[in-house]
């Protein structure tokens, strides 16, 4: 399913793939989840994009081939391609273990080919191993596990955790942060019922509309809605010395607000991308803690209603794109 155009909806295309070059494995996708990256994308949000371009960077896949100079994997394989695509390693961010800034990076279904399709090339060494499990519930963790990971840490040691905006990311986030022993505030979209009702079924301590405080200050706020007015108001609902992590790619702009929501040394700070390590650390832990995706599943050729699904906020969990089974 390809980008033709921004804003237009995908269509389904047949392409040949080349052979795997140096470094590169083509990989048979058994499963991609849709991010809301992939509409920051189809909408045009993100700059320099190139049509056309294969949305999808949660794959989970088996390797077909592998080009010269592939070490790690082997034909059959699971492996996962995350957003993290190629960096440089010779830049500053690079060389000081911070490559998820990398001035020349690459990424996984906006500056290369994604996972909305059968097949996808991708670089071995930003590949990674997966725990066991059904590929679609697998999925979600590449960015939505991977990107709460980073933000969890970025949030510091939080008793009380805000997660505004409960949908793929903070429903994962909300298991390890209960298994961590953390009481979690979950702020949805207000009115939204099943959300709310979701997120304390997965042990949230407080579920609530983000128009809502509540009901005790929190230590730390993590904004996986991209709705720039919800920094001030998680600025209002830390106590002094808190932090605000914003943890997507686009946010819509940040209103003004009295710099007496700020003081008491509060923080905001954002998250970006990730680092190799960060997967496989996060993926080890997933495996160990058995962190459960609740996913919604479509067909390849669905995507275009997954998409609006997901941008309706009608999405419980993940969405998931399923492909075929391929012949043995």
Not at 18 to 35: K, N, Q, R, S
Not at 40 to 46: A, Q, T
Not at 146 to 155: K, M, P, S, T, V
Not at 314 to 327: D, F, Q, S, Y
Request: aromatic share 6%; net charge neutral.
């Amino acid at each position: 399913m390809r980008l033709v155009e921004c804003g237009a909806p995908l269509e389904l295309t047949e392409l040949s793939l080349p052979p795997p070059a140096e470094h590169e494995i083509l990989i048979a996708v058994e499963a991609c989840g849709v991010c809301r990256t992939d509409l920051h994308v189809l909408d045009g949000e993100l700059p320099d994009i190139h049509t056309p371009l294969t949305l999808g960077h949660e794959v989970v896949g088996r390797v077909l081939a592998a080009g010269p100079g592939v070490e790690r994997f082997r034909r059959d394989d699971r492996v996962g391609v995350p957003w993290l695509a190629h960096t440089c390693g010779v830049c500053p961010y690079c060389r000081c273990g911070r490559e998820n800034l990398c001035i020349d990076a690459r990424f996984t279904g906006y500056t290369r080919n994604g996972g909305y399709a059968e097949q996808v090339l991708a670089d071995a060494r930003y590949c990674l191993a997966l725990p066991c499990g059904p590929a679609a519930e697998i999925a979600p963790l590449l960015c939505a596990g991977l990107i709460g990971y980073r933000a969890y840490r970025a949030a510091g040691d939080a008793a009380n955790l805000g997660l505004y905006g409960f949908g793929a990311a903070a429903h994962l986030l909300a298991q390890l942060a209960r298994l961590d022993g953390r009481r979690v505030f979950a702020f949805t979209r207000p009115g939204d019922g099943e959300a709310q009702r979701f997120a304390l079924g997965l042990g949230a301590a407080w579920a609530g509309g983000s128009d809502e405080r509540a009901p005790e200050p929190l230590d730390s706020a993590i904004l996986f809605a991209p709705v720039g007015a919800l920094i001030p108001a998680a600025l209002a609902a830390v106590r002094p010395g808190g932090r605000v992590v914003c943890a997507g790619i686009h946010m819509s702009d940040v209103p003004a607000f009295p710099y007496r929501l700020l003081f008491g040394e509060r923080q905001v700070s954002s998250v970006a991308n990730l680092t190799r390590r960060d997967g496989e650390e996060f993926m080890a832990l997933a495996g160990r803690l058995r962190l459960a995706s609740k996913v919604e599943r479509f067909a390849l050729s669905d995507a275009n209603r997954a998409l609006e699904r997901l941008r309706s906020g009608a999405i419980t969990g993940a969405a998931v794109l399923e492909m075929p089974a391929r012949a043995t």
